[in-house]
């Protein structure tokens, strides 16, 4: 029998197993995170476009630290400060 939980992506990137969900969703081929409720992710989902290229995230520091980028949508102010520390 399977262990129940979740399975996060950790600040390095890989898998690990969890006991709670993770609060945060990812898109692993475009290496951006945002809300699970994100109006565009949902759109996405909806679409089958990209659920098996989804990711999940226990917060924000993790998902910065895998390498993922905020969403423009659902965490626009959080993307707009990204894009002005992002180099030229």
């Known amino acids: 029998m399977a262990s129940a939980g979740y399975t996060l992506t950790g600040g390095d ?52 630290a895998a390498g993922y980028r905020p969403c423009a949508v659902c965490l626009p102010q959080r993307h707009r400060v990204w894009r002005k520390a992002e180099p030229s």
């Not at 290496?31 to 226990?58: E, K, M, N, Q």
């Open 13 to 64: 990137g890989r898998p690990y197993r969890s006991a709670v969900p993770g609060r945060f969703g990812g898109y692993r081929r475009g290496r951006i995170y945002g809300r699970l409720d994100c109006p565009s992710a949902l759109r996405h989902i909806a679409r089958r476009s990209y659920v098996r290229h989804r990711v999940f995230f226990a917060d924000e520091a993790t998902a910065v």
